[in-house]
């Protein structure tokens, strides 16, 4: 008898045991079921004032799109996504990130552009697997706190803010391919950034620089470079050792002069130098026999160097309005550049 107690014990300790241990998570909302299969919510421009909380129990769930709302605050449940490698939250009304956010180990693409955030609890450091980060649009005054700690971001794009600094340890970002600043208050790039060999893009559109540092031509595979809109009165002497750069912009800086090393971007495709003090076009012009466009207009240049004839091949378009080059220079190229389109005004 004792023996069939025990057993019966067992037994009913297995059921209830087994009862507790199957979680059924369901989740009915705006007319659409969602359970443990669910692998993506798409949910964009419902104005919604919250991330529903029955989503945070969707422990399966990669791919979180709610762009387009009015939400406010990241719930600090957030953590339990843990499998969740996509968020993105543009366009809603978001002022801050809670520290719960690190919890998304699984993380690898964060977008949250064009929301009010200005203060950052988290440690972004801590989300090993993020590789793509893009805070444009915001109301950020610091660099995210430990960011530059994160060794697998491949692209990030902090532009339209109020960034003062680069902070120097940015060098340990060593996977980083493309940096996007643009439209900040930055005064200047650490020389620290020729750590970073696998970048491959660069843009510092619109902030307050007055030097870009020699640094940045220690940067190999640097194929994409844009400095529009600066206070820049010179390149770095040595560009020319960036020869896998095929787009270089310096419109609307400060410029007087290119530099002779110039005639090392043998893979330039694009450059674009309008709105300058540059008076001449050297010889060294010659040897960036890929380039397809240069842009030099509004400059006061009333001198180009034969050598441009070099480029006849692959030119397509040469913007030359608002110079003051004579009637005869203009002649002089037509004829070294016969197929190539030349903008004048």
């Given at each position: 008898m004792r023996f069939v107690i025990q057993i019966?014990?067992?037994?009913?300790?297995?059921?209830?045991?087994?009862?507790?241990?199957?979680?059924?998570?369901?989740?009915?909302?705006?007319?659409?079921?969602?359970?443990?299969?669910?692998?993506?919510?798409?949910?964009?421009?419902?104005?919604?004032?919250?991330?529903?909380?029955?989503?945070?129990?969707?422990?399966?769930?990669?791919?979180?799109?709610?762009?387009?709302?009015?939400?406010?605050?990241?719930?600090?449940?957030?953590?339990?996504?843990?499998?969740?490698?996509?968020?993105?939250?543009?366009?809603?009304?978001?002022?801050?990130?809670?520290?719960?956010?690190?919890?998304?180990?699984?993380?690898?693409?964060?977008?949250?552009?064009?929301?009010?955030?200005?203060?950052?609890?988290?440690?972004?450091?801590?989300?090993k697997n993020l590789k793509y980060l893009n805070f444009n649009k915001n109301r950020i005054y610091d660099f995210p706190k430990n960011l530059v700690y994160n060794k697998n971001l491949i692209n990030l794009d902090i532009s339209t803010n109020y960034l003062e600094v680069v902070p120097k340890e940015i060098e340990n970002m060593e996977a980083l391919q493309e940096l996007h600043l643009d439209r900040n208050?930055?005064?200047?790039?650490?020389?620290?950034?020729?750590?970073?060999?696998?970048?491959?893009?660069?843009?510092?559109?619109?902030?307050?620089?007055?030097?870009?540092?020699?640094?940045?031509t220690y940067l190999p595979k640097l194929k994409y470079m844009s400095f529009t809109g600066n206070q820049i009165k010179e390149m770095p002497l040595n560009i020319g050792n960036l020869t896998k750069l095929e787009y270089l912009n310096f419109d609307k800086n400060l410029l007087t002069e290119l530099p002779l090393s110039i005639n090392g971007l043998s893979n330039l495709r694009r450059l674009h130098l309008s709105k300058n003090n540059i008076t001449s076009i050297p010889r060294g012009i010659g040897s960036l026999i890929?380039?397809?466009?240069?842009?030099?207009?509004?400059?006061?240049?009333?001198?180009?160097?034969?050598?441009?004839?070099?480029?006849?091949?692959?030119?397509?378009?040469?913007?030359?309005?608002?110079?003051?080059l004579s009637k005869e220079d203009i002649e002089k190229l037509k004829k070294w550049l016969p197929k190539t389109d030349i903008k004048l005004d």
């Open positions: 019966f014990i067992l037994i009913t300790f297995f059921i209830l045991f087994s009862c507790q241990s199957v979680v059924v998570v369901e989740c009915d909302f705006m007319g659409v079921h969602y359970d443990l299969k669910t692998k993506e919510i798409t949910l964009k421009n419902e104005k919604l004032k919250e991330i529903p909380e029955c989503f945070l129990d969707l422990q399966n769930l990669e791919i979180l799109d709610l762009r387009g709302n009015k939400i406010k605050d990241i719930p600090k449940s957030i953590y339990k996504l843990d499998k969740l490698k996509r968020l993105t939250l543009t366009n809603n009304d978001i002022k801050s990130l809670p520290k719960e956010l690190d919890g998304l180990k699984s993380l690898e693409v964060l977008i949250i552009q064009n929301n009010f955030l200005e203060k950052m609890d988290n440690d972004l450091g801590k989300l208050s930055i005064k200047k790039i650490p020389d620290e950034i020729m750590k970073l060999k696998n970048l491959k893009k660069v843009s510092f559109i619109y902030n307050k620089l007055e030097v870009v540092p020699e640094a940045i890929k380039l397809e466009r240069i842009d030099l207009s509004q400059n006061p240049i009333n001198f180009i160097a034969e050598e441009i004839k070099l480029l006849k091949d692959n030119l397509g378009e040469l913007n030359l309005r608002g110079n003051k």
